[in-house]
């Protein structure tokens, strides 16, 4: 069983930027790729990064490559998503999520955190 809780959501003007963190409990988290995915209201879930297991490798949704960084820090059982230069189409709900297969694919995330709230004003 892994426990995810987000943080670092918030409001922030059009290109700005955000940092967000998702810390796991247990002792397993360097056994699972991690990934972030958003929901828009209205909109279903989509993959918005992924790191394998070590971090070494990642992989952006077109909307965000180049504009965010997903990195990990398996000793601190933390994943964080740094965000640049937002837009308001970047306003969601951003989930953290913890998968045993090296996927970006939903349906393979076992765990999820509760989410949290990022507001991109114009």
């Known amino acids: 069983q892994v426990q995810l809780v987000e943080s670092g959501g918030g409001l922030v003007q059009a290109g700005g930027s955000l940092r967000l963190s998702c810390v796991a409990s247990?002792?397993?988290?360097?056994?699972?790729?991690m990934g972030w995915f958003r929901q828009a209201p209205g909109k279903e879930r989509e993959f918005v990064a992924y790191?394998?297991?070590?971090?070494?490798?990642?992989y952006y949704s077109d909307s965000v490559k180049g504009r965010c960084t997903i990195s990990r820090d398996n000793a601190k059982t933390t994943v964080y998503l740094q965000m640049n230069s937002l837009k308001p189409e970047d306003t969601a709900v951003y989930y953290c999520?913890?998968?045993?297969?090296?996927?970006?694919?939903?349906?393979?995330?076992?765990?999820w955190g509760q989410g949290t709230q990022v507001t991109v004003s114009s």
């Open positions: 999520a913890a998968s045993p297969k090296s996927t970006y694919w939903q349906a393979e995330y076992d765990y």
């Open positions: 247990g002792r397993t988290f360097s056994s699972y790729a």
């Open positions: 790191a394998s297991r070590n971090g070494a490798v990642t």
